[in-house]
């Protein structure tokens, strides 16, 4: 061979293996994982966080078309964590937030969170209480120029054919408890669903007419008796049942039969207080506990 041969066949070569690197770098990006703190853009992973906010409730979800949720942030001093722990899986804005009911124990950090991030819609029942932590959230929200969405049964958040996010309760305009008035949401994501309860008891749960049933639910009033009735129970089956509870907290919650009742229908029971935070990641047919 001579030397332009020569020279003409690594020529060749180069674009041959260029035109290779070419075709390979953009989708190399399929063979990685995220991680914790990536923000997943695929749009094939729907990942739900359970924070551990102490004795409250607080689930921040990342939804697989690139938006995401927040229900809830616990007491005010659980306003920085929550904001902490969104900001570090790379977010700077909240496409639909939910404070499930008025108490200090769901709504407390969501001043925080608002003033934090840029904040698309808020949704929230009307349920009207008189303490200062709930005015206070009302003029955080009036004071960033925001309005504030109904939360009830019938709202609804994305319906595709792949990804819905509705409302199921609460059903009533009127309950004598302000927990009863918790929005409860049902998120499915191609043939997995989440069910979250707020504080949500055996009354709103009887007037639940939606199907419920769901392969994971954030338990109502942290494993509480005044919710998770055995009817209701049976109807969700879960394969996971989150519980969202303060360590050695005074209300000795979650209580041992609420325990044993999700277990009886082949749940496995997570605690936030034994296991701190709690991420579940669904593609839509599996799903996989962090």
């Known amino acids: 061979m001579n030397k332009k041969n020569s020279k003409q066949l690594i020529f060749l070569s180069i674009i041959i293996f260029s035109i290779g690197i070419y075709k390979v770098i953009p989708s190399i990006e399929n063979y990685f994982k995220p991680t914790n703190n990536e923000v997943i853009t695929d749009g094939s992973l729907l990942s739900v966080h359970y924070l551990d906010v102490g004795q409250g409730d607080s689930e921040f979800i990342e939804l697989p078309n690139g938006e995401n949720i927040l229900i809830d942030a616990g007491e005010a001093e659980y306003g920085d964590t929550v904001s902490k722990y969104i900001s570090s899986l790379g977010y700077s804005e909240i496409n639909y937030l939910i404070g499930t009911h008025p108490h200090a124990d769901h709504i407390?950090?969501?001043?925080?969170?608002?003033?934090?991030?840029?904040?698309?819609?808020?949704?929230?029942?009307?349920?009207?209480?008189?303490?200062?932590?709930?005015?206070?959230?009302?003029?955080?929200?009036?004071?960033?120029?925001?309005?504030?969405?109904t939360g009830k049964s019938g709202v609804s958040l994305i319906d595709t054919a792949d990804l819905s996010v509705n409302m199921i309760a609460p059903n009533s305009s009127v309950y004598d408890d302000l927990n009863q008035y918790s929005i409860v949401l049902m998120i499915r994501y191609k043939n997995n669903k989440f069910l979250f309860m707020g504080d949500a008891g055996t009354v709103s749960e009887g007037e639940i007419t939606s199907d419920v049933s769901a392969n994971v639910i954030k338990v109502g009033h942290h494993g509480s008796s005044t919710a998770s009735s055995a009817s209701f129970v049976k109807k969700v089956s879960p394969e996971y049942a989150i519980i969202e509870v303060g360590a050695n907290n005074t209300y000795n919650l979650p209580k041992e039969t609420i325990i044993k009742r999700w277990e009886s229908v082949g749940a496995k029971v997570l605690r936030t207080d034994e296991s701190g935070n709690i991420t579940i990641i669904s593609d839509g047919n599996n799903i996989e506990v962090k």
């Open 108 to 149: 407390g950090g969501l001043s925080t969170v608002i003033n934090n991030f840029k904040i698309d819609s808020i949704y929230m029942p009307k349920a009207v209480t008189t303490t200062t932590i709930y005015e206070n959230l009302l003029d955080t929200i009036a004071n960033k120029g925001l309005s504030i969405n």
